[in-house]
């Protein structure tokens, strides 16, 4: 079976070639994005491997019916980049990675909290410049404080548990609740009671059009506490970036962490470094000396990228053998 994967990096390619040998599969890696523009490099492939800024809308899907592909393995848990009807109606079979390591994207968005609170990419430039000034990077404890947990699925749930380490009280809001982290010690509250409570919020619930998208908003933001840290490592659009911007220039939004952005399939993934960035919400939001942006790493440990790729091939071997994907592992 040939596979074409697209927005692949080298590292894709490392540990896919590793795990493709107890398969037998031809792997083809393009680094661009899947999109109208790319379907001419489909030639031959049965099936098609994209992640997270892929655009499968209805005229790449039909592109690719056309092409003959019959299967697309996500290699990603969301499939917010899918439209689902469209690839229901072509009787496409997709396939994701619901779970390759919660530890991977709990432990980012734990290490965004420390930064921006002890701001140690700071430090690290300051004394590496003979400057040993303390001034500037005071921080505070995180014992005693509370922190609010939006979405307390697998991430959630770790994240919580690390934060209860900390000897942080923690709350959460989830429509579906957690009974074991209930059990832990985090306290489920309905959501304002989360927004105004908190002195850290961490979003870890899944993008939903018209339900968490733009969860947080001028009207959300406006019932935190002032000088809330925002965390987002879960999808770009559940924050409306413009509020968000707002609310850190009049200092009610104290800190935000963001490894994910609405725009961020025009940028992330790339090397910019020479280029003109057009996308002037991003180019603000790095102006502020209280804003963390990392490029969606929160997944890129080595256990998430080796389990990403064992179970991404696994489910190709199940459609190659004509075997049914387990619920969990499909889309459609
Ligand atoms: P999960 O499916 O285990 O948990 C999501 C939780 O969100 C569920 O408990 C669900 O009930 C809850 N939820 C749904 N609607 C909600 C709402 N309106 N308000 C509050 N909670 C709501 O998903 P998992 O594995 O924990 O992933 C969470 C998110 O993390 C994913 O949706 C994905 O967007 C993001 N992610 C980010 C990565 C990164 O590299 N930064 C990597 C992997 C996932």
Do not use: W
């Not at 692949?8 to 795990?19: G, M």
């Amino acid at each position: 079976m040939d596979i074409a994967f697209f927005s692949s990096q080298a590292y894709d390619r490392e540990f896919f070639d590793r795990e493709n040998k107890n398969h037998e599969f031809r792997l083809h890696y393009h680094d661009t994005h899947l999109g109208p523009h790319s379907l001419g490099l489909i030639e031959g492939a049965q099936a098609v491997c994209a992640f997270v800024n892929d655009k499968l809308n209805e005229e790449v899907l039909q592109g690719l019916a056309a092409k003959g592909v019959k299967t697309i393995a996500l290699r990603c848990a969301g499939f917010n980049q899918v439209d689902l009807e469209a690839a229901k109606k072509l009787g496409f079979k997709i396939c994701r990675v619901p779970e390759y390591s919660p530890y991977a994207v709990a432990e980012h968005a734990v290490a965004m909290i420390l930064t921006l609170n002890r701001k140690t990419h700071k430090a690290y430039a300051r004394v590496r410049d003979q400057n040993f000034s303390l001034s500037g990077l005071l921080g505070f404890d995180l014992h005693g404080k509370t922190v609010g947990v939006i979405g307390t699925g697998k991430i959630g749930a770790v994240f919580a548990t690390i934060m209860l380490g900390f000897g942080c009280r923690v709350i959460s809001y989830d429509p579906n609740e957690n009974p074991e982290l209930a059990r832990r010690g985090v306290q489920p509250v309905p959501l304002d009671e989360l927004l105004a409570q908190s002195e850290i919020i961490s979003l870890h619930c899944p993008l939903i059009p018209k339900v968490t998208s733009h969860l947080i908003n001028a009207q959300s933001i406006q019932k935190m506490k002032k000088g809330v840290m925002l965390i987002n490592t879960s999808r770009g659009g559940l924050i409306d970036t413009a509020a968000a911007i707002h609310s850190l220039k009049n200092k009610h939004i104290g800190y935000l962490g963001m490894d994910v952005y609405e725009q961020e399939d025009r940028i992330f993934f790339k090397d910019l470094t020479s280029s003109i960035i057009e996308d002037d919400l991003i180019q603000r939001l790095v102006s502020f000396p209280n804003v963390l942006v990392t490029a969606h790493q929160g997944f890129f440990t080595a256990e998430a990228l080796t389990q990403i790729a064992k179970v991404t091939l696994r489910n190709l071997d199940l459609c190659k053998q004509g075997k049914e994907i387990p619920q969990e592992f499909r889309v459609v």
